[in-house]
């Protein structure tokens, strides 16, 4: 085989997945632009520039790509948070805060993340996959920040997991639809006397 033909060959192969993650960056375009009730096959395919046969071809229906949007967001975000990590420096407090603090940040303080991530949420009550989706993430998000805390000292993990989950959840939201109430900083330093209160 020439290089070229094989250039060509591993293009084919490349394109199918291409195609697919295009309709699912569509899928959570239009859903944080139109929430649920507009995001259709016509929407999502017209988004992407492609045939509603194409998404046909990829996916079961457009309750099958919304799910895998949402895992795809869900990657994305976990991502960032392992960036975070990776910057943390070593101290165990350190790496807890920066890990839960990550949410205050681009790319997860995003407006238009939470436009798509309200549209996930609403689905999770109605959509057995989506439910599934959204226990495993959460599941795998309380998990690792178990894990800090029990390296940062805390004893009760199970329960500060939960309830630093609850916390960020809130800030973030609350962050993303009026920042003029509190900043960046503030969520960080509410976050980080909450960790006291858990690390004490």
């Given amino acids: 085989m020439t290089e070229g033909a094989s250039r060509r060959a591993?293009?084919?192969?490349?394109?199918p997945d291409v195609r697919r993650q295009a309709l699912v960056a569509a899928a959570e375009t239009v859903l944080a632009r139109e929430g649920?009730?507009?995001?259709?096959?016509?929407?999502?395919?017209?988004?992407?520039?492609?045939s509603p046969?194409?998404?046909?071809?990829?996916?079961?229906?457009?309750?099958?790509?919304?799910?895998?949007?949402?895992?795809?967001?869900?990657?994305?975000?976990?991502?960032?948070?392992?960036?975070?990590?990776e910057t943390a420096g070593p101290l165990k407090r350190d790496r807890?805060?920066?890990?839960?603090?990550?949410?205050?940040?681009?790319?997860?303080?995003?407006e238009r993340l939470l436009?798509?991530?309200?549209?996930?949420?609403?689905?999770v009550k109605t959509k057995p996959r989506m439910a599934e989706i959204h226990a495993a993430s959460y599941a795998d998000f309380r998990a690792r920040l178990e894990t800090l805390l029990a390296e940062a000292g805390a004893t009760d993990t199970?329960?500060?997991?939960?309830?630093l989950t609850a916390t960020v959840d809130g800030l973030w939201l609350e962050l993303c639809l009026d920042p003029r109430t509190f900043g960046p900083e503030a969520a960080r330093a509410i976050l980080e006397r909450t960790i006291r209160s858990w690390l004490a």
Avoid: K, M, N
């Avoid at 591993?10 to 394109?15: N, Q």
């Avoid at 194409?54 to 960032?80: M, S």
């Avoid at 436009?115 to 689905?123: D, E, H, Q, T, V």
């Fill in 53 to 85: 046969g194409l998404l046909r071809h990829y996916f079961a229906g457009v309750d099958d790509l919304i799910a895998a949007a949402y895992e795809a967001v869900g990657q994305r975000i976990d991502a960032a948070l392992d960036a975070a990590l």
């Fill in 36 to 50: 649920v009730g507009g995001t259709s096959v016509r929407a999502i395919c017209a988004e992407a520039g492609v």
């Fill in 158 to 163: 199970r329960a500060a997991a939960i309830a």
């Fill in 96 to 110: 807890l805060l920066a890990y839960l603090a990550a949410s205050f940040a681009p790319p997860v303080l995003d």
């Fill in 115 to 123: 436009a798509a991530w309200i549209g996930f949420w609403s689905l």
């Fill in 10 to 15: 591993a293009f084919t192969r490349e394109a």
